[in-house]
């Protein structure tokens, strides 16, 4: 069987699920690799958190789950749109239920795209933002990644088996299941921030191995600098002069190589930090 009759089918309950965290804004990072996995054949629940954009300074987007839902439905996909609070180290079981209940199937690729991010530094930082910020970008990660993998359950012949599975076109040693985290290396002025992502890439590189059991992979993308609203124009220029490409990432950059990680094709990038940044310098 060729991977093209491996792919999912264009609408449907028989479309893998992925669940993507994060999607709480229409330009957004989450809401692009939403809209790319809808457009290649996933059903799509997502998380957003309504309190955190309105106290970021971008502020919450009226109306943003159910759009955003509506296009991934035009895309041909069935969608579930979460709010939840990752604070709450009870909400990713209670994620997880309501995807699959929703959506009617287990959570195939999971998509790490939530963030707490407030800029300080070293000397300003304090003991709450340090706390909080590991709380979502660190604890809820792990929590997220823990409770996919006790759910999990690959086709048969996708672990590390050593016989022919029975599945036709599925070969030992082919994983089936996704995880896919963005992080971020800009830890100078932005200390808890860079620090707890930090963190998350070493719990998703540990997946990579403690999962492999499974038919999972597990890698970590860097998107580098995306204007997603939060840039002024100094800082945009100033980065963009940094860029042999010469302009910043956009959603859609980071949304072809999530789509791609979660493909058949993909399969085989395992353990990796990967940077998707046009070249940009740390």
Not at 37 to 52: E, M, Q
Not at 53 to 64: C, F, K, Q, T, V
Not at 117 to 143: C, I, K, M, P, Y
Request: hydrophobic content about 40%; glycine content about 12%; aromatic content about 6%.
């Amino acid at each position: 069987m060729t991977n093209t009759e491996q792919r999912p089918p264009a609408s449907g309950p028989d479309r893998p699920i992925a669940l993507i965290t994060g999607v709480g804004r229409s330009i957004g990072i989450g809401a692009g690799i939403a809209r790319r996995l809808a457009a290649t054949g996933w059903d799509v629940a997502f998380t957003y958190w309504t309190p955190y954009d309105r106290r970021m300074e971008w502020g919450a987007e009226p109306g943003a789950a159910a759009s955003i839902e509506k296009e991934l439905a035009e895309a041909g996909a069935r969608t579930a749109a979460i709010e939840a609070d990752l604070t709450d180290p009870d909400a990713p079981a209670r994620i997880f239920d309501e995807a699959e209940q929703r959506l009617g199937g287990q959570v195939t690729a999971l998509v790490l795209s939530h963030a707490e991010s407030v800029d300080s530094g070293l000397l300003d930082t304090t003991v709450e933002a340090f706390d909080r910020h590991f709380a979502v970008n660190s604890r809820a990660s792990w929590l997220l990644i823990r409770e996919y993998g006790l759910r999990f359950r690959g086709a048969p012949g996708t672990t590390k088996d050593t016989t022919p599975g029975p599945t036709p076109g599925t070969a030992p040693g082919t994983a089936t299941g996704r995880i896919v985290a963005l992080t971020s290396d800009h830890t100078v002025g932005n200390l808890p921030y860079g620090a707890s992502k930090g963190a998350l890439d070493r719990i998703t590189l540990a997946a990579a191995h403690e999962l492999a059991h499974l038919g999972v992979t597990a890698n970590v993308v860097n998107p580098g600098p995306v204007d997603t609203g939060w840039m002024n124009d100094e800082l945009r220029e100033t980065l963009v002069r940094g860029t042999p490409l010469g302009r910043l990432g956009t959603p859609l950059d980071t949304a072809h190589l999530v789509g791609f990680l979660c493909s058949p094709e993909g399969q085989w990038v395992n353990g990796q930090l990967l940077k998707s940044n046009g070249g940009a310098a740390s």
